[in-house]
């Protein structure tokens, strides 16, 4: 299966046409994809919490909005979650690059991926962990949570997931 | 002029447009001025009224006005490269310069210093930036509403802020109002 594929073919199959990324190393093959997808429009960002405004704005614009980020994101959007996305109630699908995991060979990584899961808990976001593959066939009903009940919603995408990073 | 004096003179001029606008002061300011559901107030996420403002007129046709201050504008100087190499020409972006965080106390911002905010516009890419006095804003934010091309105003004018209520509508309300406003 071609994970980067199916995830597109999900978000274009729900409707999501606005898309801003701050880019991963295993979220590359997905930006690509979304590249080339007419369906899609792709605005990089300079840091999530600009791409999570970029979001507010186009979805009140009309557009279903996603954002493509690392987990160290996390730290740098409490703020923007808290005050804009929920308390203004705005859907956000968040696939994450959830770096510091399993098969993780850069150490720092780590001490964001040990936060990660206990802040989105505290900020009451719905949160999926794609471990394995297979795990990606959850994603078309998270976009659909998604947009059903206006949240940020969270998918953590570990290395393993990816493919890791090759022989270690 | 201090900001809201330029609020009070622009108000229609952007009363028929889709607007958003900065947390604290400005977003209070406007609110008492002159109230629209074509008005998106931001009450928190200092930084992010370009962001919003350029999201929405990414997602459709109609004019949007990002009302946005130098300290704000500092606070998420990212969004310049990214409004200047997606320009849109519904877009436009008004930054009230006064040169000091207003909201906070009037602490004097680095706009006020060394840093011009219009030469970092340009810098970033952005291709139609004007530095506007005050006085002279109208005018010109009048053109850049009409006219096909994305522009970035710069208005320098005095700090000073005039004692006024928070906003206490619901921000869902506010939110729901808006989006019917821009779906109309």
Same mark, same amino acid.
């Given at each position: 299966?071609?994970?980067?594929?199916?995830?597109?073919?999900?978000? /274009?199959?729900?409707?999501?046409?606005?898309?801003?990324?701050?880019?991963?190393?295993?979220?590359?093959?997905?930006?690509?994809?979304?590249?080339?997808?007419?369906?899609?429009?792709?605005?990089?960002?300079?840091?999530?919490?600009?791409?999570?405004?970029? @979001?507010?704005?186009?979805?009140?614009?009309?557009?279903?909005?996603?954002?493509?980020?690392?987990?160290?994101?996390?730290?740098?959007?409490?703020?923007?979650?808290?005050?804009?996305?929920?308390?203004?109630?705005?859907?956000?699908?968040?696939?994450?690059?959830?770096?510091?995991?399993?098969?993780?060979?850069?150490?720092?990584?780590?001490?964001?991926?040990?936060?990660?899961?206990?802040?989105?808990?505290?900020?009451?976001?719905?949160?999926?962990?794609?471990?394995?593959?297979?795990?990606?066939?959850?994603?078309?009903?998270?976009?659909?949570?998604?947009? +059903?009940?206006?949240?940020?919603?969270?998918?953590?995408?570990?290395?393993?997931?990816?493919?890791?990073?090759?022989?270690? | +002029?201090?900001?809201?004096?330029?609020?009070?003179?622009?108000?229609?001029?952007?009363?028929?447009?889709?607007? /958003?606008?900065?947390?604290?002061?400005?977003?209070?300011?406007?609110?008492?001025?002159?109230?629209?559901?074509?008005?998106?107030?931001?009450?928190?996420?200092?930084?992010?009224?370009?962001?919003?403002?350029?999201?929405?007129?990414?997602?459709?046709?109609?004019?949007?006005?990002?009302?946005?201050?130098?300290?704000?504008?500092?606070?998420?100087?990212?969004?310049?490269?990214?409004?200047?190499?997606?320009?849109?020409?519904?877009?436009?972006?008004?930054?009230?310069?006064?040169?000091?965080?207003?909201?906070?106390?009037?602490?004097?911002?680095?706009?006020?210093?060394?840093?011009?905010?219009?030469?970092?516009?340009?810098? @970033?890419?952005?291709?139609?930036?004007?530095?506007?006095?005050?006085?002279?804003?109208?005018?010109?934010?009048?053109?850049?509403?009409?006219?096909?091309?994305?522009?970035?105003?710069?208005?320098? @004018?005095?700090?000073?802020?005039?004692?006024?209520?928070?906003?206490?509508?619901?921000? /869902?309300?506010?939110?729901?109002?808006?989006?019917?406003?821009?779906?109309?």
């Amino acid at each position: 299966m071609n994970i980067d594929k199916r995830i597109t073919d999900d978000l /274009v199959a729900n409707g999501v046409s606005f898309v801003t990324t701050v880019p991963c190393k295993q979220l590359a093959g997905v930006i690509d994809e979304i590249d080339q997808r007419d369906e899609i429009f792709h605005i990089p960002s300079n840091k999530e919490d600009e791409g999570m405004g970029l @979001c507010a704005g186009a979805w009140m614009g009309g557009k279903r909005p996603a954002i493509i980020m690392q987990n160290t994101a996390i730290g740098v959007t409490i703020n923007t979650l808290a005050t804009l996305i929920q308390y203004y109630r705005m859907p956000l699908p968040m696939l994450i690059s959830y770096r510091g995991e399993l098969r993780e060979p850069v150490a720092c990584q780590v001490e964001m991926a040990v936060h990660t899961k206990a802040l989105l808990a505290q900020m009451n976001i719905p949160t999926y962990h794609f471990h394995w593959q297979k795990d990606v066939e959850e994603f078309d009903n998270i976009l659909k949570y998604t947009f +059903m009940c206006n949240k940020p919603v969270a998918i953590l995408t570990d290395a393993n997931f990816w493919g890791g990073y090759g022989d270690q | +002029m201090i900001r809201s004096e330029i609020l009070r003179e622009i108000a229609p001029i952007i009363r028929d447009h889709l607007v /958003v606008c900065n947390i604290g002061l400005p977003s209070q300011e406007l609110h008492m001025i002159d109230d629209q559901p074509t008005n998106f107030y931001m009450l928190g996420t200092m930084g992010l009224s370009s962001s919003i403002g350029f999201g929405l007129a990414l997602a459709q046709d109609k004019p949007v006005i990002s009302i946005d201050g130098d300290g704000s504008v500092l606070t998420n100087l990212g969004t310049l490269p990214t409004i200047a190499n997606n320009a849109t020409g519904n877009y436009t972006l008004l930054i009230i310069d006064n040169g000091s965080y207003g909201s906070t106390g009037d602490q004097p911002t680095y706009a006020g210093k060394k840093t011009s905010l219009t030469a970092v516009a340009r810098a @970033c890419g952005c291709e139609n930036v004007v530095e506007v006095q005050d006085r002279d804003l109208g005018p010109v934010l009048q053109e850049a509403i009409d006219s096909d091309e994305m522009t970035i105003i710069i208005c320098k @004018c005095d700090s000073g802020n005039i004692k006024l209520p928070v906003i206490t509508m619901d921000p /869902v309300v506010i939110r729901d109002r808006f989006m019917k406003a821009v779906q109309a």
